[in-house]
């Protein structure tokens, strides 16, 4: 009997598994340690089933995961790091590869385990941060995490908010699935409802959007979340590098889509990005202005509706509301102009149409005649040379009042120029010179105001002196055009030319000059009455059809640039390329003109002036007050 239950007492023992002390023996195991993991609780055998004794084979069957976690196994053979590691790629992410040594597993809530919130980018970095198995597997995406450390969700993440987004609440866990596949979380069809666990409000109103709508029926076109926010390197609106700020969201997340050829051709979106980015509302956040409107102000952010829908920020019937954000006290009739007009798109309005045609025909037509007599002049003066003897006689053109004014005008117009076209053309190089300086362009916005403000003042200053000065009064007569001055101005061509030999001769002002007069005092109502009009916006539009805002915009613009060329093409060779008074005639600072000049050019003139002055100097200097 002794023998037969030792026999099977021996039987029994054989048959039982090795116990942990035994495996130990050979394997470097931390049994204490052990005990604190999530298996602690499990015998060695209860993982290695198919070691029955010890010693075991050299080769044992690998631990099957799915004995206790069978859902979890079944999802990852068929995520795509289950399935490439099916088709043979040795190097797949595994169980082991995310969730770390075999004997060292512990909670995913532990702050030591790779999957838990905090550590997860660095685990899945392991893998799609290696530049060689990115290369080795032909994998596209450039850094991604890398870009999602950066991000909003990242750096919250960091920062202790377990809340954020992580790398497995938008891809998931052990069901992560190539973008493509149509279950897949971040498939553009259910990106929305991903980003929707954390952003429920906002997930709703998208998807009643004209985008979200679009999605839901199919549309590979129309953008979701990921779409205008980007994926990893999701950015909080505020930042400058965020797809979504004020500063980008029109040009590059917008026009991404609005503004491409082919989308274009497609569901014909028409020219809105390009005609808003040259628009007072473009321009402004072009140059820097972070307060001006962009797409979603008007349009909405995740609520773009069509402007059909009553419900839509842009319908007419909510546009007063909509603009009155920036326009306080719009008027009705903001809801009767047309908006995203290009000058090429024939939408404009018949008004700021015509406007621009006349410029069109008169700038390259006044600009044109000008060339062509100042070069005819320049040419004759060339060949036969001054008519100066080298004498530096002055003789008295600008009293002190007109220097002042001149002196005001000279300046505010130099500022006007450069503060207007930097507006106009905020990326070019020289504009971007003065950004450091002025990043928000405020500093333009009020330099142009004030040069505005002290040129109209210099203007008025200038005929309340002539009605007030009767001595300088007569400028306005002499000033006034005749059909001698057409008849000089067909003589000097033909002067110039050799068809005539005597050179045409004028009073007090030639007819150059009293073009530039007229033409300087149009100019300023001209650009005075438009200014005006656009720097009082909101007053503009509470009483004016937008149309109007269009029209002052053209005229101010096109205005602008046929004064700026005058002045380089007619004023400046006037007073500094004309070979009779270069390098320059310095009666704007002195007062004094080149007294052989005005001898040659205005023979009477002189004459007349000359006995005037000798004439008072002769009277006692009783009568002389």
Not at 338 to 349: D, I, S
Not at 491 to 508: A, K, Q
Not at 520 to 540: D, E, K, P
């Amino acid at each position: 009997m002794r023998l037969l239950l030792a026999g099977l007492l021996s039987v029994v023992l054989a048959a039982a598994p090795p116990s942990a002390k035994e495996c130990i023996g050979c394997h470097d195991v931390d049994l204490a340690k052990f005990a604190t993991t999530m298996h602690g609780s499990l015998g060695c055998t209860d993982c290695h089933a198919s070691v029955t004794r010890v010693p075991h084979a050299d080769k044992v069957a690998p631990v099957a995961c799915a004995t206790c976690h069978a859902d979890q196994v079944k999802a990852y053979s068929k995520s795509v790091h289950g399935k490439a590691k099916s088709a043979g790629m040795i190097d797949a992410a595994t169980c082991k590869s995310c969730h770390g040594a075999a004997h060292q597993i512990v909670s995913v809530k532990d702050a030591a385990s790779p999957v838990a919130k905090q550590h997860l980018a660095d685990t899945c970095a392991s893998c799609h941060s290696n530049p060689e198995f990115l290369t080795k597997h032909n994998i596209p995406f450039a850094k991604p995490v890398e870009a999602y450390r950066l991000s909003i969700h990242g750096r919250e993440v960091a920062k202790g908010n377990l809340s954020a987004a992580s790398c497995s609440d938008c891809h998931g866990s052990h069901d992560i699935l190539a973008s493509t596949d149509p279950q897949a979380k971040v498939n553009r069809a259910n990106v929305a409802d991903t980003c929707g666990v954390c952003h429920n409000e906002v997930q709703t109103v998208y998807t009643e959007s004209v985008h979200g709508l679009a999605v839901k029926r199919g549309s590979k076109d129309s953008p979701t979340c990921t779409g205008c926010h980007g994926e990893h390197s999701i950015l909080a609106p505020t930042e400058a590098g965020s797809l979504v700020n004020a500063a980008r969201v029109s040009a590059v997340t917008c026009g991404r889509c609005h503004g491409d050829e082919r989308l274009n051709a497609r569901y014909s979106f028409g020219d809105k990005v390009p005609a808003y980015q040259d628009s007072f509302h473009g321009l402004a956040v072009r140059g820097g202005q972070k307060t001006a409107a962009n797409c979603a102000s008007c349009h909405g952010i995740h609520n773009i509706l069509p402007s059909a829908d009553i419900r839509s920020t842009i319908n007419p019937a909510n546009l007063k509301q909509t603009c009155g954000q920036c326009h306080p006290g719009l008027g009705e009739k903001i809801s009767r102009g047309r908006v995203h007009v290009r000058t090429a798109g024939g939408a404009e309005h018949s008004m700021v149409r015509w406007i621009r045609l006349a410029y069109y025909a008169l700038i390259p037509m006044t600009i044109g005649f000008m060339l062509l007599h100042n070069g005819l002049d320049w040419l004759a003066k060339l060949r036969r040379g001054p008519h100066h003897g080298g004498s530096h006689e002055g003789f008295p053109r600008m009293n002190r009042t007109f220097r002042i004014t001149h002196a005001m005008v000279m300046v505010t117009f130099i500022s006007l120029v450069v503060t207007g076209f930097a507006l106009k053309f905020p990326d070019s190089t020289w504009v971007q010179l003065f950004r450091s300086l002025d990043p928000t362009s405020h500093l333009r916005g009020v330099v142009h105001r004030i040069a505005a403000v002290v040129m109209i003042a210099a203007t008025v200053i200038h005929f309340i002196h002539l009605a007030l000065n009767r001595r300088d009064r007569v400028i306005l007569f002499e000033l006034l055009p005749t059909f001698q001055d057409a008849m000089d101005m067909f003589n000097m061509i033909r002067f110039n030319l050799g068809l005539i030999n005597d050179r045409p001769t004028f009073g007090m002002f030639g007819y150059a000059e009293k073009m530039e007069y007229w033409a300087f005092m149009w100019g300023t109502i001209v650009m005075a009455v438009t200014g005006l009009i656009l720097w009082a916006q909101n007053l503009s539009l509470r009483f004016f059809p937008t149309w109007v805002m269009d029209a002052a915009t053209a005229a101010h613009w096109y205005e602008a640039i046929l004064a700026t060329l005058s002045i380089l093409v007619w004023h400046w060779y006037l007073v500094i390329f004309d070979p009779d008074v270069y390098p320059m005639d310095l009666a704007w600072l002195t007062g004094k003109a080149p007294a052989d000049h005005v001898r040659m050019t205005r023979p009477e003139y002189y004459r007349k002036t000359v006995e005037a002055q000798d004439a008072k100097a002769d009277q006692p200097k009783s009568d002389q007050h």
